[in-house]
């Protein structure tokens, strides 16, 4: 549906172009956007890079286990139906690491990952589990602590304190995450009864 919606505005955006005699903005403004989204490739490759550097440097110091060791008591009340040593735990606690550090490209395969072993344990292969959604429902929510994504692209784009989001990306994570927690508990509860 989202596609329809993208083609109709394209589609209608020449047509309006076309009519008003506009073609030439639409042309510089085309080449223009495909300028910057590779500037802006560029400057979150190099982010990216960073921090999955520092990912594996977290990882290879013991930080990340540390980490890892730090949310398993919020991983097991959120997750109560998967069994403690169970990989799926794993993948959702790096998928929420890797998440906290807005790496949301490097938490995507852990993320992908956690559902496949999540619909390992699922009873009923033709819907998602309550763990399931429960996990969609803390990605859908953008758990970030720290949004290196977005600083990359306030970076590229000249901003003088590219970080200065970090206290309102924080504070809004806190708010949409117990919002997806508190509505995933309230319809599981709704579903139970």
Known sequence: MVNVIWLFFIVAG???AAFTGRMDEVTA???DGAKTGVTVCFG???ILVFW?????LAEDSGL???LTRLLRPLVSWLFPSVPKDHPALGYIMSNMSANLLGLGNAATPMGIKAMEELQKLNPDK???SPAMCTLLAI???SITLIPTTIIAIRMNFGSVQPAEIVGTTIMATICSTL???WLDRLLQRKQNV
């Open 139 to 141: 990605n859908t929510s």
């Open 29 to 31: 403004a085309i080449f």
């Open 179 to 181: 919002a997806a927690i």
């Open 64 to 66: 990340l286990k540390g």
């Open 52 to 56: 999955l550097g520092m990912m594996r």
């Open 126 to 128: 033709s819907t998602a």
């Open 44 to 46: 979150l490759i190099s």
């Open 14 to 16: 020449f047509v309006v």
